[in-house]
């Protein structure tokens, strides 16, 4: 198994459609991560769990609702997108220090492609 | 502002040369800078990390570090083909959370 698998890779869905993007780690992590990477724009931060409680919420619209039921696993649900939602969903994973400063190692998955029609 | 700034490129650098990339950032406060690269239809992965002024250097990697000028910049000497990617830099102010700058694709040409 890699490290981090996303399912699935790609997904294309109306803007009236329910969708869920999952999230696997085999790490050991205990922190886990969902960014948006859209074309010419930075890798965007969106939520954070750290010992499965969601530590970060990154002013993020209420159609995406994370999900973390143990520290392997990480959904994103998708409800009533927007065309503009249209984007690359990466998940990633690290282990967190209990003091000091991260290590900035974050381990991502391949990527869920979303295209919204 | 950006908070972390990176010229979008392309960086184009022949074979054997060195790929010089810079990166600034807005927050005086912050505390670890890294690099990631991340190859075109692939997730980033993490190839420096750098904490403290000065250089540091990894194989054909050196990060370089100035917090006063808040800039921290990457080197790749003896650039081969495989090093086209594009390059992000990625800063930590506080907590777990990271702040990435836009990238810059790197084309090394034979």
């Known amino acids: 198994e890699t490290g981090v698998t996303q399912t699935p890779r790609h997904l294309v869905m109306g803007m009236t459609n329910k969708k869920s993007l999952k999230c696997e780690q085999h790490?050991?992590?205990?922190?886990m991560y969902w960014y948006k990477q859209s074309a010419k724009k930075p890798l965007e931060l969106m939520f954070v769990y750290s010992l499965e409680e969601r530590v970060e919420n990154n002013s993020v619209p209420s159609r995406f609702s994370p999900e973390c039921p143990n520290s392997s696993h990480l959904f994103l649900h998708l409800h009533t997108l927007q065309p503009e939602d249209s984007a690359l969903y990466l998940c990633a994973s690290s282990q967190d220090r209990t003091s000091g400063p991260t290590t900035g190692e974050l381990f991502f998955g391949e990527g869920s492609r979303l295209t919204v029609l | 502002q950006k908070e972390v700034e990176q010229n979008s490129g392309p960086l184009s650098v022949p074979e054997g040369a060195i790929a010089s990339l810079n990166c600034t950032y807005s927050d005086r406060v912050s505390q670890s800078f890294f690099w990631y690269r991340q190859y075109s239809g692939k997730s980033p992965e993490l190839i420096m990390s750098?904490?403290?002024?000065g250089d540091k250097e990894d194989g054909r990697f050196t990060a370089q570090l100035n917090k006063a000028s808040q800039y921290v910049s990457l080197l790749i000497r003896d650039s081969q083909p495989s090093d086209s990617a594009t390059y992000l830099c990625?800063?930590?102010?506080?907590?777990?959370?990271?702040?990435f700058g836009g990238g810059t694709r790197v084309l090394v040409k034979p």
């Open positions: 990625a800063v930590n102010a506080a907590g777990n959370k990271l702040t």
């Open positions: 790490l050991g992590h205990n922190a």
């Open positions: 750098i904490y403290s002024n």
